[in-house]
């Protein structure tokens, strides 16, 4: 972020593919001299796109939404805990009621964040009209639709249907070389 802010041109790249560039110059050993050297050939070699910064208000909603997801793990093992406890032959009172003062504030703060999103959510904009459009498919709520929306941010950069099944691992890769015949990986496609 500081780089793109003092107007540098930015990319973010899978390491396996510095990686394995590096392979094919038949570059050995590692040090930083070298790895800087190797990327900034990468770059020039195969100019990788430019990266742009996720807006404010979709950074956010990511932040939120992992809160969400924390609480929400949380509030399982509490559950978990309670049930632990219910069952056992003699419960301490005082770890019982801890456990229920720990899920009344796990709550507490499940309901604050579900509303921080949907008023977060609710602010006019292209936020609200992705969501929106999102949530006008059958099924899918307005949470869900946050969702899909924080973990696919980078994909509206995605030009064709061909990149988008093989984001989503639905289009298996050939495995043969002229006598080995292997299996292509099978993807799930629910």
Same mark, same amino acid.
């Given at each position: ?8 041109? &930015?990319? &973010? ?19 930083? =001299?070298?790895?800087?050297? +190797? +990327? ?22 990511? =932040? ?40 009344? %504030? %796990? ?7 579900? &509303? ?53 691992? %639905? ?20």
């Amino acid at each position: 972020m500081a780089l793109h802010t003092a107007q540098f041109p &930015v990319s &973010v790249v899978n390491a396996a593919q510095i990686k394995f560039f590096a392979r094919s110059t038949l570059r050995r050993g590692k040090t930083d =001299a070298m790895d800087a050297e +190797i +990327i900034a050939r990468y770059g020039a070699t195969m100019h990788p796109a430019r990266w742009v910064p996720t807006e404010k208000s979709l950074s956010e909603l990511r =932040a939120l939404i992992h809160e969400r997801d924390t609480v929400v793990e949380l509030m399982t093992i509490e559950k978990s805990r309670q049930h632990a406890l219910d069952h056992r032959h003699e419960a301490n009172p005082i770890a019982l009621q801890l456990s229920r003062d720990r899920m009344a %504030l %796990l709550c507490t703060q499940l309901e604050q964040v579900n &509303v921080a999103i949907s008023t977060l959510i609710a602010v006019p904009g292209e936020l609200q009209e992705q969501v929106t459009l999102l949530a006008s498919v059958p099924g899918i709520g307005s949470l869900t639709a946050a969702i899909l929306l924080t973990e696919t941010h980078h994909l509206d950069r995605v030009g064709s249907a061909r990149q988008w099944a093989a984001y989503a691992r %639905l289009s298996p890769a050939p495995r043969q070389s002229s006598a080995m015949q292997g299996k292509t990986p099978q993807y799930r496609t629910t």
